[in-house]
């Protein structure tokens, strides 16, 4: 059975780092794409980027492309994503979704149970 | 990008009617387009693939359509457990883009 196990919630101040963790089992990352996606109280999907963790590729949104850092460890088996520079406007749930696209498995059919970082002084 | 245009914001109806959501992209995403629900406090879960195809064990009253750029989300004989936020998502091009959400309440 394939999950994502994602890292507890995080309390940050602002213009510090934090860096959340999925750990995926049941299917090896480095045949997947391994995306990002945050959600701000009360609001919608915002899609933050993806990354290829058989070769390190990451492609973001613009927004994001000096906010967050994908990285994944194979070894582990665990993506990750580090947010910089922290503002209050960070203030949200994050969740890492699986592309298993060798397989006929629809892209975004498995995701993490999403991680809350509340940024605050 | 491509900007994904989500209606209605809300949504109000009686158990056992059909509702519709509609999405519509600001270009052509050839049927790249999933549908999502999320409940409060959960993560977003597939509902819909390739604008048409119904994910592994969703409730056949749900179905999609559409092509180009205009696509949606019918639930036929609305249920309890159908109340929830739905997202679309266009993954023909990056970056991926998500609708607004509409939010879906019993009557």
């Known amino acids: 059975e394939v999950q994502l196990q994602q890292s507890g919630a995080e309390l940050g101040k602002p213009g510090t780092s934090v860096k959340l963790s999925c750990k995926v089992s049941?299917?090896?990352?480095?045949?997947?794409?391994m995306h990002w996606v945050n959600q701000r109280p009360g609001k919608g999907l915002e899609w933050i980027g993806r990354i290829d963790p058989a070769n390190g590729n990451t492609i973001y949104a613009e927004k994001f492309k000096s906010k967050a850092t994908l990285t994944a460890d194979t070894s582990s088996n665990t993506a990750y994503m580090q947010l910089s520079q922290l503002k209050s406007d960070d203030t949200a749930i994050y969740f890492c979704?699986?592309?298993?696209?060798?397989?006929?498995?629809?892209?975004?059919?498995?995701w993490g149970q999403g991680t809350l970082v509340t940024v605050s002084s | 990008d491509i900007q994904m245009t989500q209606s209605p914001a809300s949504l109000s109806a009686s158990l056992g009617e059909t509702v519709t959501i509609e999405c519509r992209a600001s270009e052509d995403i050839y049927n790249g387009l999933a549908w999502y629900q999320q409940k409060p406090g959960k993560s977003p879960q597939l509902l819909i693939y390739?604008?048409?195809s119904l994910h592994t064990g969703v409730p056949s009253r749900f179905s999609g359509s559409g092509s180009g750029t205009q696509y949606s989300l019918k639930i036929n004989s609305l249920q309890s457990e159908d109340v929830a936020s739905y997202f679309c998502?266009?993954?023909?091009?990056?970056?991926?883009?998500f609708g607004s959400g509409t939010k879906l309440e019993i009557k």
């Open positions: 049941g299917y090896n990352i480095r045949s997947t794409y």
């Open positions: 998502q266009q993954y023909y091009d990056y970056p991926f883009t």
């Open positions: 390739n604008a048409n």
């Open positions: 979704a699986m592309d298993q696209f060798l397989t006929t498995v629809p892209p975004f059919a498995y």
